[in-house]
């Protein structure tokens, strides 16, 4: 069974309400933008959302949040990106510089990231491990991981797909 990267379930749903709080926040009529600024974090649904920028433009419906970027998923997952550009319906999107943990301690970083329908995730130069980061030294290789081109994650199907993978054992192919 595959560990659900992004968790459908976060999406808020017609009826949800947003909560935001930020220390700044400006409306551009002109535009239809709205953006926060400043210790920025965004509840909805049971899914918190926090950085240092939101911008949301109402005519596409598009929301960046940029700046130590951390989705906090209702199934556990942690999602770090220094940007990420979703939907307002948080179903597609695309996230530069991605780290994620799952509940399970699964963790899979990659250079970019995108989800379509909500459904299919892909990681571009993914690295996918369940190995624990080295207490003494975080950034030695895991014990083992999964390198590849693409990594594709399907929620529906529950599978997790890898182009051009490599298995590496102590960072070594």
Do not use: H, M
């Not at 990106?81 to 991605?98: C, H, P």
């Not at 369940?130 to 895991?142: F, G, I, L, S």
């Amino acid at each position: 069974q595959a560990t659900q990267i992004f968790d459908e379930s976060n999406a808020p749903g017609e009826e949800e309400q947003l909560l935001l709080e930020s220390d700044q926040l400006t409306f551009d009529n002109d535009r239809s933008v709205v953006v926060a600024t400043g210790n920025v974090q965004i509840a909805f649904g049971e899914s918190t959302l926090v950085a240092d920028r939101v911008e949301y433009n109402q005519q596409s419906g598009r929301l960046i949040a940029t700046g130590n970027v951390e989705i906090l998923e209702p199934s556990g997952n942690r999602i770090f990106a220094q940007e990420i550009d979703i939907t307002d319906d948080f179903k597609d999107g695309f996230v530069s510089a991605l780290n994620i943990e799952t509940a399970d301690n699964t963790r899979i970083a990659a250079e970019s990231a995108e989800r379509r329908d909500g459904q299919v995730t892909t990681f571009n130069n993914g690295v996918y491990t369940a190995c624990k980061a080295c207490e003494e030294n975080p950034q030695k290789p895991p014990f083992w991981s999964i390198r590849a081109a693409k990594v594709v994650v399907n929620n529906s199907k529950k599978t997790i797909e890898y182009e051009e993978p490599t298995f590496e054992f102590f960072g070594k192919p």
